[in-house]
């Protein structure tokens, strides 16, 4: 019964900023025992692997694309991971996902971030 919530997308410009959170539920007593990944679709692509964190929050890494942009962390207390995506560029537009690492849980529905021209 994992549920994963991913909120805070929306509309901005290019060079805005947005912060995602994903709620997570079904796993509470565990979820600190978990690595946690972001991930996004864009229109007409796959969905790829956008930043990963451990356990404890202490190590992430991320895809080139967006590092030095994004930062993944995490509120074991609140079961929550959070992405803040600063300098946008028209090309992170998509739907992006939480998962575990592997993506091994059923996905939730995603959040929509589009970043107009």
């Known amino acids: 019964q994992v549920q994963l919530v991913e909120s805070g997308g929306g509309l901005v410009q290019p060079g805005g900023s947005l912060r995602l959170s994903c709620a997570a539920s079904g796993f509470t007593f565990t979820f600190r025992n978990y690595g946690m990944s972001w991930y996004r679709q864009a229109p007409g692509k796959e969905r790829e692997l956008v930043a990963n964190i451990i356990s404890t929050g202490t190590i992430t890494n991320y895809t080139p694309s967006v590092k030095g942009r994004f930062t993944i962390s995490r509120d074991n207390a609140k079961n929550t991971v959070y992405l803040q995506m600063n300098a946008l560029k028209p090309e992170d537009t998509a739907v992006y996902y939480c998962?575990?690492?592997?993506?091994?849980?059923?996905w939730g529905q995603g959040t929509q971030v589009t970043v107009s021209s």
């Open positions: 998962n575990r690492p592997n993506s091994v849980l059923p």
